[in-house]
RNA sequence: GGAGCCGUAGUUCAGCCUGGUUAGAACGCCGGCCUGUCAAGCCGGAGGUCGCGGGUUCAAAUCCCGUCGGCUCCGCCA
């Protein structure tokens, strides 16, 4: 039954057959979408990558052809020879490009038949994305899933194209390198010709990429893997793809410049939407202060209001304590939704899961308030309350107090699932924007040391440099954190639809200055030396000033196909155990394999 | 490390709360009929480790405990 490919060719893809061809011959070859039997008559939807055309085959015209068709089943492949003709009149399906013309089978070669699929390829149809994961291979024959790949594809050329016309030079990075510390968890590669010794996959090639500046490359990008093994999320694989690049003799200005052009690019010419350029720029304060976060989804406003000074003598003990022992009281007003008690309980269980200890609100009602916390207030207070967050009927204020990260954070959380559940935002809007103004560093209570906002090579703001030096002499902590944390990077975020696709800075150039930041990282000379001494060597021999860009671009086609979870816009993705449903990784290893790279297996613990 | 939702036919799900006939439906699959459909239609049929293990019970898809897997989130992710 099945039969070779023999001398046959295609001329065109099934989806390519069009008015044009009308009374020509062609040879197609594809999977068998559907068939729809008449007896006497036989429609078989051809499918490959470029569409889908109806080929039919008559009883009585061609039986020998019928009769092979009559065996036909979904997802076998085939190749067909006929003739293109005019669908009859009446007969034509507008729903579909080749919809107005049909082949009429002269001949049809079976290459392969096909078990019965574990699902339909087709859109309609929700399969869990276990079973899609494992039968990968047809799940990408799906329209949409097609469509994400070759959306993806073309976001790619697009990007080269981009870079090629601005005079980057693409350069290829390796993927065996060394560990290092700070950022994420490396997955580490055992050496066979070096016991006891790893490699480790970059997480990003921040330092071979620095270094290619010094090596004089100037402009420098690549479409690179990189790989974190942290706990994944809809957004996060442990391997995901960058577009990475990086400039020397620049400020941030050019380097902002670029990556502008580009998202503007991608954008005019996949989606046919101008972006405004230069993109609108968000201080890291701000953001933080009004969203709570340093991400913030602005197409809808519910801004976190700033409370503190109201509580200073408050009689409300929760508000009270939070404000003598430093932190804040916010809140923000969800607007004319009038919540059911029901719905504020479900919100208060929200913010419990987030850490919180509970949720004071208050509910305004015609002609009174409704709230758990109006009897420990003052007039004044509520009066202040009311004013500041410009409460009128049908309100809901929801409050939050205590550290001011603690409150930002919950409060940030909060207002992304109010816009979520009450579906609050404008989604017709590209909100495009820059943060900038990053601290360079914030002290890490559980690690008890400064920690980069960024990473450690980002440069601080020209006229913070002295500050650090300053700050390393000061022996106060409270003294050091002050001055610390106003210290400035010359760091900035891209942010789209409150989703961060990419970010940047420009670098330290200086071994001094790099010396200086290690030191107030606590990473002593001799990790430094040992683990970034090829950066600091580097820096000695005419490292010219540089900074650059990366793109998280599973991100980006996630974001500009309208998709939840990067997952389906990976051709091969992980669950969120990381395991490779296709492939079934990661995989034991023979006893030998282990041996040969010194390996051994500790025991259960 | 933690929280929530889910796991029953090839697929998607109902049944579970309130234990008790032979575990149902739709789609798909198989067979038959049918000459213009396009999610073809009509008739008939086959198809089940109720994720896995243990417990309670005369009796477990159903109740309890554990475990594995998928998804979402917190922590984590420079």
């Given at each position: 039954?099945?039969?070779?490919?023999?001398?046959?060719?295609?001329?065109?893809?099934?989806?390519?057959?069009?008015?044009e061809?009308?009374?020509?011959?062609?040879?197609?070859?594809?999977?068998?979408?559907r068939?729809?039997?008449?007896?006497?008559?036989i429609?078989?939807?051809?499918r490959?990558?470029?569409?889908?055309?109806q080929?039919?085959?008559?009883?009585r015209?061609?039986?020998?052809v019928?009769?092979?068709?009559e065996?036909v089943?979904?997802?076998?492949?085939?190749?067909?020879?006929?003739?293109?003709?005019?669908?009859p009149?009446?007969?034509?399906?507008p729903?579909?490009?080749t919809g107005y013309?049909?082949i009429?089978?002269?001949?049809i070669?079976?290459?392969?038949?096909?078990?019965?699929?574990p699902?339909?390829?087709?859109?309609?149809?929700?399969?869990?994305?276990?079973?899609?994961?494992?039968?990968?291979?047809?799940?990408?024959?799906?329209?949409?899933?097609?469509?994400n790949?070759?959306?993806?594809?073309?976001?790619?050329?697009i990007?080269?194209?981009f870079?090629?016309?601005?005079?980057?030079?693409?350069?290829?990075?390796p993927?065996?390198?060394?560990?290092t510390p700070?950022?994420?968890?490396d997955?580490?590669?055992?050496?066979?010709?070096?016991?006891?010794?790893?490699?480790?996959?970059p997480q990003?090639?921040?330092l071979?990429?620095?270094?290619?500046?010094?090596?004089?490359?100037?402009?420098?990008?690549?479409?690179?893997?990189?790989f974190?093994d942290?706990?994944?999320?809809?957004?996060?694989?442990?391997?995901?793809?960058?577009i990475?690049f990086?400039m020397s003799?620049?400020?941030?200005?050019?380097?902002?410049?670029?990556?502008?052009?580009?998202?503007a690019?991608?954008?005019k010419?996949?989606?046919?939407?101008?972006?405004?350029?230069p993109?609108?720029?968000?201080?890291?304060?701000?953001?933080?202060s009004?969203?709570?976060?340093?991400?913030?989804?602005?197409?809808?406003?519910?801004?976190i209001?700033?409370?503190?000074?109201?509580?200073?003598?408050?009689?409300?003990?929760?508000?009270?304590t939070?404000v003598?022992s430093?932190?804040?009281?916010?809140?923000?007003?969800?607007?004319?939704?009038?919540?059911?008690?029901?719905?504020?309980?479900?919100?208060?269980?929200?913010?419990r899961?987030?850490?919180?200890?509970?949720l004071?609100?208050?509910?305004?009602e015609p002609g009174?308030?409704?709230?758990?916390?109006?009897?420990?207030?003052?007039?004044?207070?509520i009066?202040?309350?009311?004013?500041?967050?410009?409460?009128?009927?049908?309100?809901l204020?929801?409050?939050?107090?205590?550290?001011?990260?603690e409150?930002?954070?919950?409060?940030?959380?909060?207002?992304?699932?109010?816009?979520?559940k009450?579906?609050?935002?404008?989604?017709?809007?590209?909100?495009?924007?820059?943060?900038?103004?990053?601290?360079?560093m914030e002290w890490?209570?559980?690690?008890g040391?400064?920690?980069?906002?960024?990473h450690?090579?980002?440069?601080?703001?020209?006229?913070d440099?002295?500050?650090l030096?300053e700050?390393l002499?000061?022996?106060?902590?409270e003294?050091?954190?002050?001055?610390?944390?106003?210290?400035?990077?010359?760091?900035?975020?891209?942010?789209?639809?409150?989703?961060?696709?990419g970010?940047?800075?420009?670098?330290?150039?200086r071994?001094?200055?790099?010396?200086?930041v290690?030191?107030l990282?606590?990473?002593?000379?001799?990790e430094?030396?040992?683990?970034?001494?090829?950066?600091?060597?580097?820096?000695?021999?005419?490292?010219?000033?540089h900074?650059g860009?990366?793109?998280?671009?599973?991100?980006?086609?996630?974001?500009m196909?309208?998709?939840?979870?990067i997952?389906?816009?990976?051709?091969?993705?992980k669950?969120?155990k990381?395991?490779?449903?296709?492939?079934?990784a990661p995989?034991?290893?023979?006893?030998?394999?282990?041996?040969?790279v010194?390996?051994?297996v500790?025991?259960e613990?």
């Open positions: 039954m099945v039969e070779n490919l023999g001398s046959f060719r295609r001329d065109r893809y099934c989806g390519e057959v069009s008015l061809d009308v009374g020509r011959e062609v040879r197609v070859c594809g999977w068998v979408h068939v729809r039997n008449h007896g006497g008559v429609f078989i939807d051809l490959d990558r470029e569409g889908v055309v080929v039919v085959v008559e009883e015209e061609d039986p020998e019928y009769e092979k068709a065996k089943r979904p997802e076998w492949v085939l190749c067909v020879r006929g003739e293109v003709r005019k669908r009149p009446g007969t034509e399906n729903k579909i490009k013309v049909e009429k089978a002269k001949e070669k079976v290459l392969n038949t096909s078990d019965t699929p699902f339909p390829v087709e859109e309609e149809v929700n399969v869990s994305e276990e079973t899609r994961l494992k039968y990968r291979y047809i799940d990408l024959r799906r329209e949409s899933m097609k469509e790949l070759l959306f993806r594809h073309r976001f790619c050329r990007t080269r194209r870079f090629e016309e601005e005079g980057f030079v693409e350069i290829e990075t993927f065996l390198t060394r560990s700070e950022g994420a968890r997955f580490i590669v055992p050496s066979r010709l070096h016991p006891g010794k790893f490699y480790a996959l990003s090639p921040q071979f990429k620095q270094i290619l500046m010094v090596a004089g490359f100037d402009k420098y990008f690549q479409i690179v893997r990189c974190r942290e706990d994944l999320r809809a957004d996060r694989q442990p391997e995901f793809t960058q990475d990086e003799f620049v400020g941030e200005e050019e380097v902002m410049d670029v990556a502008e052009r580009l998202v690019k991608l954008f010419e996949l989606l046919g939407v101008e972006l405004q350029t993109f609108e720029r968000v201080t890291y304060d701000e953001a933080v009004k969203y709570g976060t340093d991400k913030p989804d602005r197409r809808f406003g519910l801004e209001c700033e409370l503190t000074d109201l509580f200073k003598e408050s009689e409300f003990k929760v508000f009270r939070a003598d430093g932190g804040v009281v916010k809140a923000v007003n969800l607007k004319g939704k009038n919540v059911s008690r029901k719905e504020i309980d479900e919100l208060t269980e929200f913010v899961g987030l850490g919180g200890k509970g004071a609100w208050i509910k305004v009174k308030l409704t709230s758990p916390i109006t009897k420990f207030l003052s007039d004044s207070e009066e202040g309350i009311l004013r500041r967050t410009g409460a009128e009927e049908g309100d204020i929801l409050f939050s107090a205590g550290p001011v990260n409150v930002h954070r919950i409060l940030g959380a909060l207002r992304n699932h109010l816009g979520e009450y579906n609050l935002a404008d989604r017709s809007r590209w909100d495009v924007f820059w943060v900038v103004d990053f601290p360079l890490d209570e559980e690690e040391r400064f920690v980069s906002l960024h450690p090579f980002t440069a601080p703001k020209e006229g440099e002295e500050k030096k700050a002499n000061v022996k106060d902590l003294e050091r954190k002050r001055i610390v944390h106003s210290v400035r990077a010359r760091a900035y975020d891209l942010i789209i639809n409150g989703e961060e696709v970010g940047g800075s420009i670098r330290i150039h071994r001094d200055l790099q010396e200086v290690f030191k990282l606590s990473i002593s000379e001799e430094a030396r040992e683990k970034f001494g090829f950066l600091l060597e580097a820096l000695r021999f005419g490292a010219p000033p900074g860009f990366a793109f998280g671009l599973d991100r980006m086609v996630a974001l196909r309208g998709l939840d979870s997952r389906d816009v990976i051709a091969f993705p669950t969120q990381g395991i490779c449903m296709l492939t079934s995989g034991e290893v023979t006893p030998e394999q282990l041996r040969e010194h390996i051994k500790a025991g613990t």
